[in-house]
C-alpha cells in the first residue's frame, strides 16, 4: 500500500534557502513535519513551496507517492538563476578532473557559438567566425603546452587528437566563409566533441581513493557510455522504440555509476516498465517482488546505494550525507541538475543511503528546478546524464517498456565485477 506522506517545508529567512529540508520529526506515521527554530520561518514563494513537495513526490523510491494540488502558478511568480551550463555533454566537459587552461579556452569558445546563433539571419556569422578564429589561434600557437598534458600512455592519441580538431577547425571557417548557417551546430558538435576527447586523454589515473567501505562494491573509475532503447506506446507518429545515449562520470561518482552499470550488465533493467512519468521525472527500476531495490545472490539482501556527491573544488565526493545536512547547501556539485535527462538515484525520502535500483530522469523543463536555484542538488546523486535522444523521455507513459540498457563503451573501467 501506497504510504502518503505530508511535507511541511521551512525557509531560512536570510537566504529564503530550505533550511531543513525533509528532516522528519518525531510524530504520527505517515506525517512528516520539519524541525525548525523559533523566528527561522518567513513565507516561502510559492513555487519553492511547489518544489519541495513536487520534490518529495517524484524523487522518493517508489511506492512513496504523494499527489499534490497545485494551483496555477501566478504570472510574476520566477525563481531566477544566474548563467548555468544546462548542456548534458558541456557539463560532462567540465567535470573532468584536468586543468589545462588552453583546452578549456578552446572548449568555450566552442560552445558560446550556441549563444552567437540566437542572433538572426547572417549577423550571428560574425561571432561565430570570431569563437572559431580564436580556437584556431589557440591550437595553433599553444599546441605544445595542449599536448603537455596528455597522459603519457596517450601522447600518440592526444596528438593525432589535436591534428583532427585542426582540420576540423578548418573546415568550421570554410562553413562560415559560405554563409551556411545550418551547417554550424553540426560542425559545432563535432568539433566539441574531439575537444572532449582531447580532455579526456589528459585524465591521468583516477584522481581520489574510494573510502575502504566501499572499496570492493562494482566501481566505475572513468567514462561509460550505454544505449538505452524504450518501446514508447504513444507518441504523435504512432508506437515506435526510442534510443537514448547515456553517459556514465565515474571520474566524480564511481560507486554510484558502477553499481548501475552491474545492474545492466545483469540485464536487471531489461523488459521493465517505465514506472513513473509525470512531466517532472521519468523513473524505473522497482522490481516485480516485494523487495523495493535489487536483491543481490550473493547475500540474499537488498544491495544499497550510499548518497555519493562531488562538491565543486573538493577532491573527492563527500559520502552517505546529503549537502544540506552538511550545511553546504549553497555549494555545486560537479554533475548538477542542470540538464534535461539528468540521470539520478531515486530513494527513501528520508534515508541518504537507501538508493537501490530505482532510478530517475529529471525532466529540466520544469520551472519548479531553475538550473542553479533548484532543490535538488546537493539531496539526490546524479551519475549521469542523456546526451543523446533525450526529447524521447518527454514521450515516454507509465507501462512503456525498456527492450534494453546495454554498455557500448567504458566497460573495461569497471572494477569488482
Request: glycine fraction near 8%; hydrophobic fraction near 40%; charged fraction near 20%.
Amino acid at each position: 500500500m501506497a504510504l502518503q506522506s505530508r511535507v511541511t517545508p521551512c525557509f531560512n529567512a536570510t537566504r529564503g534557502q530550505a533550511k531543513c529540508a525533509f528532516k522528519p520529526a518525531k510524530g504520527r506515521k505517515g506525517a512528516v513535519v520539519c524541525q525548525a527554530k523559533a523566528g527561522d520561518q518567513q513565507e516561502p514563494s510559492f513555487l519553492q513551496k511547489c518544489a519541495i513537495t513536487m520534490l518529495a513526490a517524484a524523487t522518493t523510491a517508489l511506492p512513496l507517492t504523494i499527489s499534490p494540488v497545485l494551483p496555477t502558478p501566478p504570472a510574476h511568480a520566477l525563481l531566477t538563476a544566474g548563467d548555468p551550463i544546462k548542456n548534458a555533454s558541456a557539463i560532462l566537459r567540465y567535470a573532468l578532473p584536468i586543468s589545462n587552461k588552453p583546452i578549456r579556452q578552446v572548449q568555450r569558445d566552442l560552445e558560446q557559438i550556441a549563444e552567437a546563433l540566437r542572433i538572426p539571419g547572417s549577423k550571428s556569422l560574425g561571432p561565430v567566425a570570431k569563437a572559431v578564429r580564436n580556437a584556431q589561434g589557440i591550437v595553433t600557437k599553444q599546441r605544445g603546452a595542449i599536448l603537455a598534458d596528455i597522459a603519457p600512455a596517450k601522447k600518440d592519441a592526444g596528438a593525432a587528437l589535436l591534428d583532427k580538431l585542426s582540420s576540423q577547425l578548418t573546415e568550421f571557417q570554410a562553413i562560415i566563409d559560405a554563409k551556411d548557417k545550418q551547417a554550424v551546430p553540426l560542425k559545432q558538435r563535432e568539433c566539441l566533441e574531439t575537444v572532449g576527447s582531447i580532455e579526456e586523454a589528459m585524465v591521468q589515473g583516477f584522481p581520489f581513493e574510494v573510502p575502504n567501505e566501499y572499496a570492493n562494491r562494482p566501481l566505475l573509475k572513468g567514462r561509460a557510455t550505454l544505449e538505452m532503447l524504450v518501446s514508447l506506446s504513444e507518441t504523435p507518429e504512432g508506437p515506435r522504440d526510442a534510443t537514448l545515449t547515456l553517459v556514465l562520470d565515474g571520474y566524480n561518482a564511481p560507486v554510484s555509476a558502477g553499481q548501475f552499470v552491474d545492474l545492466v550488465q545483469r540485464k536487471f533493467y531489461d523488459g521493465m516498465d517505465i514506472q513513473r512519468a509525470d512531466g517532472f521525472v521519468v523513473q524505473t527500476g522497482q522490481p516485480s517482488s516485494k523487495e523495493q531495490g535489487f536483491v543481490d545472490p550473493a547475500t540474499g539482501q537488498v544491495r544499497s546505494v550510499p548518497m555519493e556527491i562531488k562538491v565543486v573544488g573538493d577532491k573527492e565526493p563527500v559520502y552517505e550525507i546529503n549537502l544540506e545536512d552538511l550545511g553546504r547547501f549553497n555549494e555545486q556539485p560537479v554533475l548538477p541538475f542542470n540538464a534535461y535527462g539528468t540521470l539520478a538515484w531515486a530513494r527513501a525520502e528520508f534515508d541518504n543511503n537507501s538508493a537501490s535500483s530505482q532510478i530517475f530522469f529529471l525532466l529540466k523543463e520544469s520551472e519548479l528546478t531553475p538550473s542553479g536555484a533548484n532543490l535538488l542538488d546537493g539531496r539526490y546523486a546524479v551519475f549521469g546524464y542523456a546526451v543523446q535522444g533525450q526529447d524521447n523521455l518527454g514521450l515516454m507513459k507509465v507501462g512503456d517498456k525498456i527492450k534494453y540498457i546495454k554498455v557500448v563503451d567504458g566497460l573495461q573501467n569497471m572494477v569488482n565485477m
